[in-house]
């Protein structure tokens, strides 16, 4: 059976108090026999207050980004065992908008990743074409470039988990999602990239791969059913805690 993970992005969207209430609303109304993996991923400094409150443990906690380093003078950064220290189990790298905004690259990505996977952190690493590189058909060659620039040369040993997030970047907050079908198609091709990269042993022991970009509780079935979607990254619909609860409802209602 499938436990597929239902991960809210909060981005730099709410207040501390707006954080702690939503983070509330969702696990006051959450169910105990809950069988999707539910992960919130808040802002810093939500993420240590909501860290105290979090006392039932059906929500995970994810941190949106972290730096390479593990410790020194680097202004402005945080490290992996700052997010370990607030229970933070998961970590969002390479996610559009800081490839957009922040210059981050293929060579980040794999610095960061080399440092979560020393750590107790999850990784959920964002790949995804824009809208140019689909419309010249290079999707396929973006993506495959992508994932191998972020995992050559990792070394596994077998027991790290982690998720690969497929994030279209055009449709990311626009309100339209590819279809599911399409998604699946992307997954594959992330998929077979892992297993040349490390065979299939590996990819089945320690990978997930996900999907993200204008997810709602409409649709969201229509994406879990696929077999190589384990998942979905939400942005805009985990901003409302009856738009979040839905889509985890629709997630456990599947199986
Ligand atoms: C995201 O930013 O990762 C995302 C999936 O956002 P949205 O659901 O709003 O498209």
Redesign the pocket.
Known sequence: MKQPYIIA?W?MQLSLNESLSLFGEIDEVLPEKNKANVVICPSYTALAKINEINTRKKIKLGAQNVFWEEIGAYTGEISTKMLEEVDCKYVIIG???RRKYFKEDDDVVHHKLKTVLDSSLVPIV?VGEDFQQRQEGKKDYTIISQVTKAFSGIDFKGNEKVII?Y?PVW????GQ?INAEDAEYMHEIIKQTIIDLFGVGIFEKIFKIIY????NAKIVKTFLVQPNIDGV??????LNADKFLEIIKEANDIY
């Open positions: 992005n981005k996610h559009s908008d964002c997030a994030e449709v990311i907050g626009s999602a993200g970009g204008s997810i990254l939400v942005g805009g619909a985990s």
